[in-house]
């Protein structure tokens, strides 16, 4: 590209950069920050308005700048509804998932799991999955979007930038813990919000407002396609561009499924992904948990102004480039012969925003990718501690699991770097819908075991183990076809040789299918297997959230990794909180002294943090941090307020339909 960054741009781009970092630090001096629970939930202490802008700033990423808008620059609005789609799955968070996570007082959803079906081989096997998804459709697509619009915009070295990017990411995430992801969370949803408004305010001037773009979009087409009729296939507008839902059968997002199957990657994605629902673990009561669940669901109907609308614009301005037909030309313009449209928002910021305001916006764009790296691995970290370490270390201290927190964080970063090759051989021109053909492969049947889990005490460990065995093998067969057997690039004229499993069988579709199998399986063979106990389903279903009595779980069922307790003093009753580390207790001074500063401080760990604690004092913490309890004003207002935001979501789908 021709354009480049000004002065002013490259100081608005330091100053964001200095500002985040300085947030990110100064959460790591907060109180809270010492032991699992403040490292991972954030002292369980979160106001209700970090919470929802870091709902909506941790899956506002960099896929949401490239590939969103991409999208809708190909094949206009019915892309909105993954993010309309996504309100209901936020709201049902806060009334339905959430009580559950909190009454059995969980800190991961793989830990809800194993208390839920008891066993060990399913919360590793949820664990595991969990990690080789931030890996498949996570990191790897942060970084390959972000990578493309760097490349796009700045002309800088791609691994000097992700590395840096990834680099800074990795400061405030490995030493501020959960805190520091929220605090630079909000921070960043501030920057997203301001930067996008004021592009797409520049963008519908510059088009002659939305009736007009309307208008144009659908002749929105390169000359090399109007002299082309054998380029018409990819180079012209969708008939359907402006309605929301298409044709269930060559319709690029099938109305079947996108409300069927994208219900079941929406229910993963916002109501039992590690990466949402830490946040909501951590606020300070249930009237915060639902407050930002709301806020979370409120942000994200602005993805249509945002994101969808600026990508369609594009088209309009910049035609042929973001609209062309031809491989050996989209080679030229993008490097990428399948099509440019992944470079529609880079070009909008380059090209309409004054100076200093496409720092800002770089800024914007930058903050998507650190802030959703961020929220991944923090989440990843606490997978790999509580849920996969402490399985093999029972008897591992506060400082042990804050290290392998901070080791995962470091491994993942340097993972990150080295997959960067392979995605530059990935053809993006599809880019939103390869990452949610992915998740369509894997996730359906995750998504069934949490709601039969979570509805139907009758289910059983090893129904819901062999149907997610199962599943995932055909999953992943599909999968595997799928990146074997390639689409031919559109205006190649190559004959599409696929097997009709794959080329009249949508992922969406799919999706459904796969959820059908997985539920069958799971029902199956959960009615010829012995049920759990009542007695061990307290606290952990949808029936039993309400229930005074605690879960009876043996040891292997229910491991505190949290904290530990000793008697102190000749007092029977009164607890301290301390580490797993056997100290003698003694004051250290001299070197000593400060290799045990240091060490604590690479490790996150507060001496100052031990608490002292009677029984009934210990007895009415837990009763805090697992309590519904909501006051009868606030619960009317929240209630009022989902419903209608649910409203007002329904009639936004019906109206643009």
């Known amino acids: 590209m021709a354009e480049n960054l000004f002065l002013e741009d490259y100081i608005t781009l330091g100053v964001y950069f200095c500002i ?92 809800w799991v194993k208390k839920r079906f008891g066993g060990r081989r399913l919360r590793m096997y949820v664990s595991f999955l969990a990690l080789l998804g931030y890996i498949l459709f996570n990191v790897s697509g942060e970084i390959y ?5 760097l490349q796009q915009m700045l002309e800088w070295n791609i691994y000097l930038c992700v590395s840096i990017i990834l680099g800074v990411t990795a400061v405030y995430t490995t030493v501020g813990g959960l805190a520091s992801v929220i605090y630079t969370d909000t921070l960043q949803a501030v920057v997203l919000i301001i930067g996008a408004t004021i592009l797409f305010f520049l963008s519908i001037i510059e088009v002659g407002g939305y009736d007009a773009m309307e208008t144009k979009f659908m002749n929105a087409m390169s000359n090399e396609t109007r002299y082309n009729r054998s380029h018409y296939s990819c180079g012209v507008p969708p008939a359907d561009s402006l309605h929301m839902y298409r044709d269930a ?93 992944n470079i529609a928002y880079p070009l909008m910021v380059l090209r309409l925003l004054p100076k200093g305001l496409r720092g800002l916006m770089l800024a914007a764009l930058l903050a998507a990718l650190m802030s959703s790296l961020t929220s991944i691995l923090n989440s990843a970290s606490s997978i790999m501690t509580l849920d996969i370490w402490h399985q093999f270390r029972k008897k591992a201290s506060q400082s042990e699991l804050m290290i392998v927190g901070r080791v995962t964080v470091l491994v993942l970063i340097a993972l990150s770097i080295l997959w960067l090759p392979i ?49 995932t093998i055909v999953g992943v067969v599909r999968m595997a076809l799928d990146f074997t057997f390639l689409a031919p690039p559109c205006g190649s004229n190559e004959v599409d040789t696929r097997p009709e499993i794959i080329s009249k069988v949508d992922f ?150």
């Open 249 to 341: 059968v060559t319709g690029d997002i099938p109305w079947p499924g996108a409300i069927l199957g994208l219900s079941t990657l929406g229910l993963y994605t916002w109501d039992q992904d590690q990466i949402i629902v830490q946040r909501t673990l951590s606020a300070r009561n249930m009237v915060h948990a639902k407050a930002g669940t709301l806020l979370g669901a409120v942000l994200k109907l602005t993805g249509f102004l945002l994101f969808v609308i600026p990508g369609m614009i594009s088209r309009i301005l910049y035609t042929e480039e973001v609209a062309c037909s031809d491989p050996d030309k989209c080679m030229a313009f993008c490097n990428n012969k399948s099509g440019c449209t």
């Open 508 to 657: 969406l579709h799919f999706a459904i299918i796969l959820a059908l199998i997985s539920t069958i399986v799971m029902v199956v063979i959960s009615l010829f297997t012995q049920p759990r106990p009542e007695k061990k389903l307290h606290r952990l279903t949808w029936w039993t959230r309400n229930d005074e009595a605690e879960p009876e779980l043996t040891d292997n069922e229910d491991e505190e990794v949290h904290t530990s307790f000793i008697k102190r003093g000749e007092d029977p009753i009164t607890l301290q909180i301390q580490e797993n580390d056997q100290t003698n207790g003694n004051e250290k001074t001299g070197f000593e002294g400060l290799k045990t500063s240091f060490k604590n401080w690479v490790c996150g760990i507060d001496e100052d943090a031990k608490q002292t604690l009677t029984a009934q004092e210990l007895q009415e913490l837990r009763r805090r941090m697992t309590s519904l309890e909501e006051s009868s004003k606030m619960k009317i207002i929240l209630n009022v307020s989902a419903i209608f935001i649910t409203i007002l979501t329904i009639v936004l789908l019906v109206y643009f339909a």
């Open 145 to 149: 979007t972000g990578a493309i619009f």
């Open 20 to 111: 985040v970092l300085a947030v990110g630090l100064w959460s790591t001096f907060r109180p809270n920050k010492g032991n699992a629970k403040g490292y991972f939930l954030a002292g369980k202490n979160m106001h209700w308005i970090p919470i929802g802008a870091s709902i909506y700033a941790s899956n506002i990423g960099a896929p949401m700048f490239i590939g969103l808008a991409g999208t809708a620059a190909g094949s206009g609005i019915a892309v909105t509804i993954y993010e309309w789609h996504a309100v209901f799955f936020i709201i049902l968070l806060g009334w339905v998932f959430l009580p559950v996570y909190i009454a059995c007082g969980a800190y991961t959803i793989p830990e």
């Open 423 to 471: 995605l530059q051989q990935t053809q993006g021109g599809r880019f939103w819908f390869y990452m949610q053909s992915v998740k369509s492969y894997l996730i359906p049947p995750l998504c069934m075991m949490f709601l039969l889990g979570l509805f139907w005490n009758r289910t059983t460990e090893q129904g819901v183990f062999w149907g997610l065995m199962l599943s």
